[in-house]
């Protein structure tokens, strides 16, 4: 910019940041301005705020009012100058006592327009895509007002933008706008430098001596040779910060001829935890847990979760061993043993459970699984117990896009499975399942948001319901699934009326929510869905209500009041759960 146009900005900064004038004794002065618009008007009042008590009652100081209108022309003047319009029309008006009821008439006129535009990259970003979109996207072409924030704004992220891509010595060779008052044009000339790109070397460690190196590299987001970028250094941060192990993260990078050693230190946290939970939910009834986690088994990283967990209708111990795999950070390997008592419907069982798995990254927030499970489990129906062995392999897919993961307002979740056993695997039954869960938040104007929910599950088996294990059946009903029935009291009945589940399921949501100050928020929503034997023919059981949300600490509280659709026997229930359905 040249020196009179920084001479304009500085005057401007002055007069913004208040009046040049002491302020008077007291007095009852008004200012009004009319003929402009939006951020126009709201800029010239601005620069015309009254100093603190100006607007009260009292006697008006005349001599003050003299000297605050003869500034008018020259503040709105300044005020204006920022959008481009640098010969407006004022007309200062004075009436009521001692004039000072000011009626200010501001014709802005015709902006100064962009003539001559340049706007280029030089150096070795000066073919980096995301600098050229930049460029592309930059405001202020020939033809278009000149707005110096949109300037500025545009200015400064070209530059944090290539600092960002790892250009450190990024800075503008030129950067200058110089207006014609004369042919009300201004020609632009930015020019942004970038220098040579620097990239990551390598990551040096301090703390943390319990941990090995290998491992810890594994939360380290950028390999050696990478570009050195802001993104990366933060998804380190968060890695390492989320993993629980650490109670201090401090990243320090240190340049050295464009190669960056990224200095990490770190500050242990407890390995050993002990946690207690209770709650209560309409589905589980009240419940209780206990869980013991060892993040350091050998030294080695290894992962150690053991659960007791207990409601009224789940009891249950479980146990997880986590093995760090390869270099990505979700690349594990798991042992889980399992053993529980459930109800399901009208069913109780008994089970106990081992599952080997590999877990891995297939990209952020995404993750693949391939397992084998070995499953014995005992059951009750209608007074005959039966017991069955199943060895079941399986594959899963889960991908999450959450902005937050503990309380989104907007994400997507997906997660798709398919197993299946035979006899020839040493399984009582012969089956395939398949099975997909999606959910979507997506907020909307006026403080409103929308969430879908989707459940499909799909046996193929040649075996009647009531030979499948119970926990391999489907239900339907409560609070994650329809609401307005009971939970998991949707399905095929036998002859004594009993539900037992099915072999099909489908269940779909739809709310919409409206926020509300504090954290709180209504919302309106209809479920549908129904276990059934097969997808033709099939009747989906409807509910419908109103909720009510809460934001806490631990999680979405929501309550909702459901009534049943075209049902035999209509009624009212009430649901309550804590976490986001999502």
Same mark, same amino acid.
Do not use: C
């Given at each position: 910019?040249?020196?009179?146009?920084?001479?304009?900005?500085?005057?401007?900064?002055?007069?913004?940041?208040?009046?040049?004038?002491?302020?008077?004794?007291?007095?009852?002065?008004?200012?009004?301005?009319?003929?402009?618009?939006?951020?126009?008007?709201?800029?010239?009042?601005?620069?015309?705020?009254?100093?603190?008590?100006?607007?009260?009652?009292?006697?008006?100081?005349?001599?003050?009012?003299?000297?605050?209108?003869?500034?008018?022309?020259?503040?709105?003047?300044?005020?204006?100058?920022?959008?481009?319009?640098?010969?407006?029309?004022?007309?200062?008006?004075?009436?009521?006592?001692?004039?000072?009821?000011?009626?200010?008439?501001?014709?802005?006129?015709?902006?100064?327009?962009?003539?001559?535009?340049?706007?280029?990259?030089?150096?070795?970003?000066?073919?980096?895509?995301?600098?050229?979109?930049?460029?592309?996207?930059?405001?202020?072409?020939?033809?278009?007002?000149?707005?110096?924030?949109?300037?500025?704004?545009?200015?400064?992220?070209?530059?944090?933008?290539?600092?960002?891509?790892?250009?450190?010595?990024?800075?503008?060779?030129?950067?200058?706008?110089?207006?014609?008052?004369?042919?009300?044009?201004?020609?632009?000339?930015?020019?942004?430098?970038?220098?040579?790109?620097?990239?990551?070397?390598?990551?040096?460690?301090?703390?943390?001596?319990?941990?090995?190196?290998?491992?810890?590299?594994?939360?380290?987001?950028?390999?050696?040779?990478?570009?050195?970028?802001?993104?990366?250094?933060?998804?380190?941060?968060?890695?390492?910060?989320?993993?629980?192990?650490?109670?201090?993260?401090?990243?320090?990078?240190?340049?050295?001829?464009?190669?960056?050693?990224?200095?990490?230190?770190?500050?242990?946290?407890?390995?050993?935890?002990?946690?207690?939970?209770?709650?209560?939910?309409?589905?589980?009834?009240?419940?209780?847990?206990?869980?013991?986690?060892?993040?350091?088994?050998?030294?080695?990283?290894?992962?150690?979760?053991?659960?007791?967990?207990?409601?009224?209708?789940?009891?249950?111990?479980?146990?997880?061993?986590?093995?760090?795999?390869?270099?990505?950070?979700?690349?594990?390997?798991?042992?889980?043993?399992?053993?529980?008592?459930?109800?399901?419907?009208?069913?109780?069982?008994?089970?106990?459970?081992?599952?080997?798995?590999?877990?891995? *990254? !297939? $990209?952020?927030?995404?993750?693949?699984?391939?397992? #084998?499970?070995?499953? +014995?489990?005992?059951? =009750? @129906?209608?007074? &005959?117990?039966?017991?069955?062995?199943?060895?079941?392999?399986?594959?899963?897919?889960?991908?999450?896009?959450?902005?937050?993961?503990?309380?989104?307002?907007?994400?997507?979740?997906?997660?798709?499975?398919?197993?299946?056993?035979?006899?020839?695997?040493?399984?009582?039954?012969?089956?395939?399942?398949?099975?997909?869960?999606?959910?979507?938040?997506?907020?909307?104007?006026?403080?409103?948001?929308?969430?879908?929910?989707?459940?499909?599950?799909?046996?193929?088996?040649?075996?009647?319901?009531?030979?499948?294990?119970?926990?391999?059946?489907?239900?339907?009903?409560?609070?994650?699934?329809?609401?307005?029935?009971?939970?998991? *009291? !949707? $399905?095929?009945?036998?002859?004594?009326?009993?539900? #037992?589940?099915?072999? +099909?399921?489908?269940? =779909? @949501?739809?709310? &919409?929510?409206?926020?509300?100050?504090?954290?709180?928020?209504?919302?309106?929503?209809?479920?549908?869905?129904?276990?059934?034997?097969?997808?033709?023919?099939?009747?989906?059981?409807?509910?419908?209500?109103?909720?009510?949300?809460?934001?806490?600490?631990?999680?979405?509280?929501?309550?909702?009041?459901?009534?049943?659709?075209?049902?035999?026997?209509?009624?009212?229930?009430?649901?309550?759960?804590?976490?986001?359905?999502?």
């Amino acid at each position: 910019m040249n020196p009179a146009g920084r001479a304009r900005v500085a005057i401007l900064a002055g007069l913004l940041s208040g009046p040049l004038l002491p302020a008077p004794p007291g007095g009852a002065v008004q200012v009004t301005v009319t003929g402009l618009e939006g951020p126009l008007r709201d800029q010239v009042r601005k620069a015309l705020a009254l100093p603190r008590g100006m607007d009260g009652p009292g006697a008006v100081d005349r001599g003050w009012v003299d000297r605050f209108a003869g500034q008018v022309e020259a503040k709105v003047k300044l005020a204006l100058e920022p959008f481009g319009y640098y010969r407006p029309v004022i007309q200062v008006t004075r009436s009521g006592p001692a004039g000072g009821h000011l009626q200010i008439q501001v014709a802005a006129g015709e902006p100064v327009r962009i003539g001559h535009r340049r706007v280029e990259v030089t150096g070795a970003g000066a073919s980096d895509p995301t600098l050229a979109a930049l460029v592309a996207a930059f405001p202020l072409k020939p033809g278009d007002p000149l707005i110096h924030p949109e300037y500025e704004a545009a200015r400064s992220g070209l530059k944090s933008r290539a600092e960002g891509l790892g250009y450190l010595d990024a800075d503008f060779t030129r950067h200058e706008i110089v207006v014609d008052p004369a042919t009300q044009t201004a020609t632009l000339d930015l020019v942004l430098a970038t220098g040579e790109l620097y990239r990551f070397k390598d990551a040096r460690f301090l703390g943390a001596p319990d941990y090995p190196a290998p491992f810890l590299r594994r939360y380290v987001a950028f390999q050696p040779g990478d570009p050195f970028t802001r993104a990366r250094l933060g998804l380190t941060q968060v890695q390492l910060a989320g993993s629980e192990r650490f109670k201090e993260v401090i990243l320090t990078s240190e340049p050295a001829d464009r190669d960056v050693t990224l200095r990490i230190d770190l500050k242990q946290g407890p390995r050993r935890s002990l946690r207690t939970g209770v709650g209560y939910g309409t589905d589980t009834g009240p419940r209780f847990s206990v869980r013991y986690r060892d993040l350091d088994m050998l030294n080695r990283g290894h992962e150690l979760t053991t659960s007791l967990y207990a409601s009224q209708r789940l009891q249950g111990l479980s146990s997880t061993y986590t093995l760090p795999m390869g270099s990505g950070l979700q690349d594990t390997a798991t042992l889980q043993v399992i053993l529980q008592k459930e109800e399901l419907a009208d069913l109780v069982t008994r089970l106990a459970s081992v599952e080997v798995a590999r877990n891995r *990254s !297939l $990209g952020p927030g995404t993750l693949g699984t391939a397992y #084998v499970r070995f499953l +014995q489990e005992a059951y =009750t @129906s209608v007074g &005959l117990y039966h017991r069955t062995r199943l060895v079941l392999p399986g594959v899963r897919f889960t991908r999450d896009r959450l902005d937050d993961p503990r309380l989104p307002t907007r994400g997507l979740r997906v997660a798709l499975e398919a197993r299946g056993t035979d006899r020839a695997l040493g399984s009582d039954t012969r089956m395939v399942q398949l099975l997909g869960a999606v959910s979507h938040l997506q907020p909307l104007p006026a403080r409103l948001s929308v969430q879908s929910r989707l459940r499909v599950g799909a046996t193929f088996s040649a075996e009647p319901v009531d030979a499948l294990p119970p926990t391999l059946r489907f239900f339907a009903g409560g609070d994650q699934s329809v609401r307005g029935y009971a939970y998991q *009291s !949707l $399905g095929l009945r036998n002859a004594a009326g009993k539900v #037992v589940g099915g072999k +099909q399921l489908l269940a =779909t @949501s739809l709310e &919409l929510e409206r926020a509300l100050p504090r954290n709180w928020g209504v919302s309106i929503f209809h479920d549908a869905g129904n276990a059934f034997e097969s997808f033709k023919g099939v009747r989906l059981h409807q509910g419908a209500g109103v909720g009510l949300h809460y934001r806490s600490p631990v999680g979405s509280l929501n309550l909702s009041l459901a009534r049943r659709i075209r049902d035999e026997a209509p009624g009212w229930r009430i649901h309550f759960s804590v976490g986001a359905f999502l």
